[in-house]
């Protein structure tokens, strides 16, 4: 029992190990989920649009034409004057300026002592004027390094629900703009991407930054305040969830997050008119970008390579840090969000641990052609289910862990169900293999369960065959010579029994017990045992005739080995009988019972193969003779025993024909009382013809009378 408990123990074990193990989500369960939702982007990324977002690119055409960085900063005031005067409704820099001008008066003063720094023009000046008169936004990076963060957000932030400050991102220091340039900008935001800066890949943009005090608004989301001309920004909390965010509210847009104030993002196709060169608006003729400009929310920065802002995204690009920000604004216009809802979690867990229950009884009851299919369905509907929250809701239910755990199960599985079925088909083998045919042994690999200990009421074919004068044979050979003559009798009269898909029960000194029909259904048995004692009979003869034996080489005064065979057919218990680590498959009952009687009887009987009526009328055209009925101890009522003559085609032969007539005349006349001698006379004159073996049978016949008992009139009348 233990051992059949053991395969769905040890599967429902490693179910409950993956489900702790997703429970405990670790970085490589969550690398391998995140990977999967950048596939899905890959297949359905977020649909383009004609969004008021533009990107004024310092690329590497304007490095070349213009200067090296960083530019001076009048001409960064050039560049937010134009944009203000082409009509953009925002202009955000994704640029840090925590230093002067590289050309400002304090620094030309240091290196040229004898200028005078108030006769010098201040770019720095120059710039914060140009950002007072534009719808400016300047930012801060995060730097774990730097200084704490000075200067209150241009924002106003208002929270329904419980303060987020412990779960947002926390700023522990930062690097910052001049105080002059931060103060004349309208907005005032974070610059940084993500909270790790070892991130392959930017997943998810922060909406919310705080010092502990204050909070602080990311690029994108302060550029579109400025450009929607909104004061407050409102952070909706996680009523459910003490301290963490829900989602963000921008005047219409309402923007949901994760716990921490995050923006999943999705990502569309690269857009190819999103990029102006900062070169063009810089030159004369920019004018002409009018269009792209009016009414843009304009974001500023840079696709340099050696600017070292160029970050991956989830479709594989590799693109700049404001493209980014650029995404995510597109994305709010969108409302097109993705999220992971806190019952998601919770559903890939149960639904995992169900799927795995289910793949293991599949497996070890059906097998691993069933637990294929039956995987291949529940990934099938895991892999649909999450496809269609993907696209139909934004909801992203993770695929990679049920294709990942379930393809685990189904190998561990697999190796178990081998395991314990080739332990379970050596036992069977060392149970069976020696006494039953290999189609057979097939069959009850197959059905392998009747190996537990118990038994079953089943319809059997019983044989017992036994050599005759054994014991007085035996005390004429030497035990080598013995267990020669037996191995080699059993080796014959074994095979014909496996090979007409009978059991061998067991050896019994010189006898052999055989059944048919049990461990398995075997159609026509009580045919196949009758056909099996017919053919020991054959191959005992053709030995014989031989001299395998070595009875005549040693002259031990016995010319030939001798059995009796005894079959029944009937009703009897079979099952494993013995311990749970040791046992035999064996018969028990009346079927069996009789079966050793009969076999008995071969002796007083003078024949050597005797078959019950329940054989004989079920064994078909074989060639049976009436040998009468005997009393078998045990039994109250005596037995109707028939000789086993031979086969189908003996039975058609004219001979046997003639046989079976003066048979009939003979037993006749010992039920009427009369004198069988002249019957008996020509049976033994026919028996040659037919089997020589039946002479004894006959000379022994009047002797047994008894076993013809006298018919009554009524039966006679009949």
Not at 201 to 227: F, H, K, N, V
Not at 358 to 379: D, H, K, N
Not at 665 to 671: G, H, N, T, V
């Amino acid at each position: 029992m233990i051992r059949r408990l053991l395969p769905p123990l040890l599967g429902l074990l490693l179910v409950v190990a993956l489900t702790l193990l997703r429970i405990a989500d670790p970085y490589p369960v969550q690398v391998l989920r995140e990977i999967a939702f950048d596939f899905y982007q890959r297949l359905q990324p977020r649909a383009d649009g004609d969004f008021p977002v533009r990107v004024v690119d310092i690329d590497e055409d304007s490095l070349a034409e213009l200067g090296q960085w960083p530019w001076t900063r009048d001409r960064l005031a050039e560049l937010s004057d134009r944009l203000t005067e082409l009509g953009a409704a925002a202009v955000a820099f994704d640029a840090l300026f925590p230093e002067p001008d590289r050309m400002s008066p304090s620094r030309i003063a240091a290196a040229l002592p004898g200028v005078d720094p108030a006769n010098l023009p201040d770019y720095d000046a120059i710039f914060a004027t140009s950002l007072a008169n534009s719808p400016s936004i300047l930012g801060f990076s995060r730097a774990p390094a730097g200084k704490p963060i000075t200067g209150r957000p241009k924002s106003g932030f208002a929270v329904s629900g419980p303060d987020p400050k412990d779960s947002i991102p926390f700023l522990t220091g930062v690097a910052t703009p001049l105080v002059p340039l931060r103060e004349a900008a309208h907005g005032f935001a974070a610059l940084s991407l993500n909270t790790s800066q070892s991130s392959s890949a930017i997943r998810q943009l922060p909406m919310l930054w705080t010092d502990g005090t204050e909070i602080y608004p990311t690029l994108s989301l302060e550029a579109l305040r400025i450009a929607m001309g909104i004061g407050t920004i409102v952070v909706l909390g996680d009523t459910a969830a003490a301290g963490y965010v829900d989602s963000v509210r921008l005047g219409d847009f309402v923007i949901p997050t994760t716990s921490s104030g995050n923006l999943w993002l999705y990502y569309s196709s690269p857009r190819a008119d999103l990029f102006v060169s900062a070169k063009d608006i810089l030159g004369p003729n920019y004018h002409q970008f009018a269009d792209k400009v009016a009414g843009q929310i304009v974001l500023i920065g840079t696709s340099a390579s050696g600017l070292l802002d160029i970050h991956a995204t989830t479709l594989g690009d590799n693109v700049p840090g404001v493209a980014i920000h650029a995404q995510a604004i597109e994305q709010i216009l969108s409302s097109t969000y993705l999220t992971r809802p806190d019952w998601v979690e919770g559903l890939e867990i149960v639904g995992f641990l169900v799927l795995g229950a289910l793949m293991v009884l599949v497996v070890l009851q059906l097998g691993p052609l069933a637990g294929l299919a039956a995987g291949a369905v529940s990934l099938a509907a895991s892999l649909g289910f999450s496809w269609w929250m993907f696209t139909g809701q934004g909801a992203m239910v993770d695929p990679s862990f049920p294709l990942v755990g379930l393809t685990l199960l189904f190998g561990a599985m697999v190796f178990f169900r081998f395991v314990t079925t080739d332990a379970a088909k050596r036992q069977i083998r060392r149970a069976f293999g020696y006494y039953v045919d290999p189609t057979l042994l097939a069959q009850i690999e197959k059905n392998r369960d009747a190996l537990a200990l118990g038994g079953e009421m089943r319809e059997v074919s019983v044989m017992f065959s036994d050599v005759r004068g054994f014991t007085p044979l035996s005390e004429k050979l030497t035990p080598p010579q013995i267990l020669a003559l037996l191995n080699t009798m059993f080796g014959a009269l074994g095979s014909e029994i496996t090979g007409r898909l009978g059991t061998i029960d067991k050896f019994i000194g010189d006898a052999i017990m055989a059944f048919w029909n049990a461990p398995v259904d075997v159609p026509n048995h009580p045919r196949l045992a009758a056909e099996a004692a017919l053919g020991m009979r054959k191959r005992l003869r053709a030995l014989n005739d031989a001299d395998a034996f070595g009875l005549k080489r040693n002259s031990v005064g016995v010319d030939e080995v001798v059995i009796g065979v005894g079959i029944s057919t009937g009703e009897a218990l079979v099952g494993n009988m013995g311990l749970e680590t040791r046992f035999d498959y064996s018969a028990l009952g009346d079927t069996v019972n009789v079966a050793s009687r009969v076999e008995s009887a071969c002796k007083e009987m003078g024949y050597d193969l005797l078959v019950t009526s329940a054989t004989r009328d079920a064994a078909g055209d074989l060639a049976f003779l009436d040998a009468g009925s005997i009393a078998l101890k045990g039994k109250s009522e005596r037995v109707a025993i028939h000789l086993l003559v031979g086969d189908s085609e003996l039975e058609k032969t004219g001979a046997f024909k003639l046989l079976r007539a003066t048979h009939a005349e003979a037993i006749k006349a010992l039920q009427d009382g009369r004198d069988p001698g002249g019957a008996i006379a020509e049976c033994l004159a026919l028996a040659p013809q037919v089997e020589p073996g039946l002479k004894k049978f006959y000379n022994q016949l009047v002797d047994r009378r008894e076993d013809f008992p006298t018919l009554q009139p009524a039966a006679a009348a009949e």
